[in-house]
């Protein structure tokens, strides 16, 4: 079993839909939890962090954990085209090394 | 700017050759990092260092070496190319132990094994 797990999808919404990404894993000891955007082509960039259980908001994006069901989510309200990308999850340990386990990434396209 | 490269951007190798890709990193990080990426596997750690030195090992090395002599470069050798080393490798590196700070990717090197 994956310590962590994504469906790859891909996902392909209309402008302006509410997209909802998610992310499982099996680690209870991750702590911190990351979104990365991956254009094509090019290397992940840094999103969005939580730490611990709850929401952030950023923007039209909002990340949500829920660590009593080891489950995590990106929501991207009013998506545009700009959006579409690959989305990959990143977990880390709080102790140690700061070593990120990323899922497998959601592929996603954003039709105008 | 600061900045961190990878070289060369695309790269055909044959079986049993020994390969080194480049990563260089003007951000004075002292995390560096070398990923694979693969088609149903995502991002897949190699090698890590945290400082001059200092390597570890990470979930995929078997094949790969990696050598840290100074800050800015974190070269990745494969030993003997293999078909199976056909992937995009990424190289990252952090300021932070801290995960909050995330990492520094490069735009990576598609490697192709022929």
């Known amino acids: 079993q994956k310590e962590v797990e994504q469906d790859p999808g891909p996902l392909s919404v209309p402008e302006g839909a509410i997209v909802s990404l998610n992310c499982t894993y099996s680690?209870?000891?991750?702590?911190?939890f990351m979104w990365y955007r991956q254009y094509s082509r090019k290397g992940p960039e840094l999103l969005m962090y939580?730490?611990?259980?709850g929401n952030k908001e950023d923007g039209r994006f909002t990340a949500q954990v829920d660590k009593s069901s080891k489950y995590i989510s990106l929501f991207i309200r009013d998506s545009q085209p700009s959006d579409s990308a690959t989305y990959l999850c990143?977990?880390?340990?709080?102790?140690?090394?700061?070593?990120?386990?990323f899922g497998q990434g959601t592929r996603l396209t954003i039709n105008p | 700017d600061a900045e961190i490269t990878q070289s060369p951007r695309h790269k055909i190798t044959e079986t049993g050759r020994q390969v080194t890709l480049a990563c260089h990193q003007t951000?004075?990080?002292?995390?560096m990092f070398w990923y694979r990426q693969d088609l149903g596997h995502g991002l897949r750690l190699i090698h890590y260092?945290?400082?001059?030195?200092?390597?570890n090992k990470g979930e995929v090395s078997d094949g790969y070496s990696v050598s840290r002599s100074n800050t800015e470069d974190l070269p990745l050798t494969l030993e003997s190319a293999a078909s199976s080393q056909t992937s995009v490798y990424f190289c990252?590196?952090?300021?932070?132990?801290?995960?909050?700070?995330?990492?520094?990717f490069g735009s990576g090197t598609r490697l192709t094994v022929v």
């Open positions: 990252a590196s952090s300021e932070s132990r801290d995960p909050i700070y995330g990492y520094t």
């Open positions: 680690n209870s000891a991750f702590q911190y």
């Open positions: 939580t730490y611990s259980s």
């Open positions: 990143a977990l880390s340990e709080v102790q140690g090394a700061q070593k990120l386990v």
């Open positions: 951000w004075n990080h002292n995390n």
């Open positions: 260092s945290y400082g001059v030195q200092d390597t």
